[in-house]
């Protein structure tokens, strides 16, 4: 069974920083698409970054220089740097993956097999 758990959320004034944990379990593929969406109340959901398992990324616009996703494939983890936080992102974060389909598939607005619980970000200005 695959389960995806989130961790680092909180309460940060803007500016500040947050780093954003997944760790999975019963998940093992040699190639895969890792992502990081984020859901604000009364918001459609937004594909923040993607990783695949070569370490290639891609960002959203709206975060990108800001954020930055990394994995540790031996601990089987994803992470989401977060830096100059602003109000805007204030959202509940959620980790989710895939196995490998290509490039083109390993993009925050593509849909993905397998997702976490979330993990809350406040950010007040």
């Known amino acids: 069974q695959v389960q995806l758990v989130e961790s680092g959320g909180g309460s940060v004034q803007a500016g500040g920083s947050l780093r954003l944990s997944c760790a999975a379990a019963?998940?093992?593929?040699?190639?895969?698409?890792r992502v990081w969406f984020r859901q604000a109340p009364g918001k459609e959901r937004e594909g923040v970054s993607t990783?695949?398992?070569?370490?290639?990324?891609t960002y959203a616009d709206s975060v990108k220089g800001r954020f930055t996703i990394s994995q540790d494939r031996a601990k089987n983890n994803l992470y989401l740097t977060m830096n100059s936080l602003n109000p805007e992102d204030f959202a509940m974060y959620y980790c989710?993956?895939?196995?490998?389909?290509?490039?083109?598939?390993?993009?925050?607005?593509?849909?993905?097999?397998?997702w976490g619980q979330g993990t809350q970000v406040l950010v007040s200005s």
């Open positions: 019963g998940y093992i593929y040699w190639r895969d698409c």
């Open positions: 989710g993956a895939k196995p490998w389909a290509g490039y083109s598939s390993c993009e925050p607005s593509r849909d993905f097999d397998y």
């Open positions: 990783i695949a398992s070569n370490g290639r990324a």
